[in-house]
């Protein structure tokens, strides 16, 4: 009997042990990042405090990575057109655009801070908000927020906080991109205001001592053959 229990105390503890094992190596499941975006985009229409009228122009920024919003990746991208997508199936205008902004920079009168490139394209394309948002990748989920802010006033008119089970599609997705890069759906839209051509201003040109010497020279000597 004894020897029973002593060969059963070792098979116990092994199964023990390698159903430790497959919990501990259990593989984190994606979402379907559509569905996921769609009531991301739902929860922000229900939030907003001042809606925009319908077919009014809305700008979707890429987003970015929290830690550097110079970074953005193949999930930033594809998130930031989902929420494009839902955003036009609701009924506005929507341009894409890639660049680097900090939308969580608060001023002290309570709007946000935006950089002269960003505000170029909105009084540009005359939309009624900005919509844009960064991400944080992590171990078992990536975190996400999102807001809206009206561009008249630059305040937050509705926001989202999600996360995404970082499953392998995911982790996949999060390979970092620096903003901008090969690969984008084109230049980010400040170049294109960076690019634009300059006010047409008439330049006098200053003539130099030695031109107006050569030309008092030339001048006499015509004059010169001609009396001759």
């Given at each position: 009997m004894l020897k029973?229990?002593t060969?059963?105390?070792p098979a ?8 430790c ?6 593989e984190v499941?994606?979402?379907d ?5 769609y ?48 955003f ?13 902004i900090d ?8 709007s946000?801070?935006l ?12 939309a ?8 944080a ?8 927020s ?5 561009t ?17 599609d995911?982790k996949?997705?999060m390979?970092?991109k ?12 400040a ?24 030309e008092?020279?030339t ?7 001609s009396?001759?």
């Amino acid at each position: 009997m004894l020897k029973i229990y002593t060969l059963l105390i070792p098979a116990l503890l092994a199964a023990s042990l390698s159903g430790c094992g497959m919990f501990h190596n259990y593989e984190v499941k994606d979402a379907d990042l559509v569905d996921v975006s769609y009531d991301a985009v739902d929860d922000l229409q229900k939030r907003l405090t001042r809606k925009p009228a319908k077919n009014s122009l809305i700008i979707v920024t890429t987003l970015l990575n929290v830690d550097n919003l110079n970074k953005t990746s193949a999930f930033g991208r594809i998130v930031s057109d989902q929420i494009a997508s839902a955003f036009h199936q609701a009924g506005y205008q929507i341009i894409g655009m890639e660049l680097p902004i900090d939308l969580f920079v608060m001023q002290e009168d309570g709007s946000l801070h935006l950089s002269d490139d960003t505000q170029k394209l909105l009084r540009r394309y005359h939309a009624a908000v900005l919509v844009g948002g960064v991400y944080a990748p992590g171990k078992k989920n990536s975190y996400v927020s999102l807001r809206v802010i009206e561009t008249a006033t630059k305040n937050i008119i509705s926001s989202t906080d999600y996360s995404i089970p970082m499953g392998p599609d995911a982790k996949l997705l999060m390979s970092p991109k620096d903003v901008g890069s090969a690969g984008t759906r084109g230049e980010p839209l400040a170049e294109e205001v960076k690019s634009a051509p300059e006010p047409e201003t008439s330049v006098v040109e200053e003539s130099s001592p030695a031109k107006t010497a050569t030309e008092k020279t030339t001048t006499e000597k015509t004059s010169s053959d001609s009396l001759e």
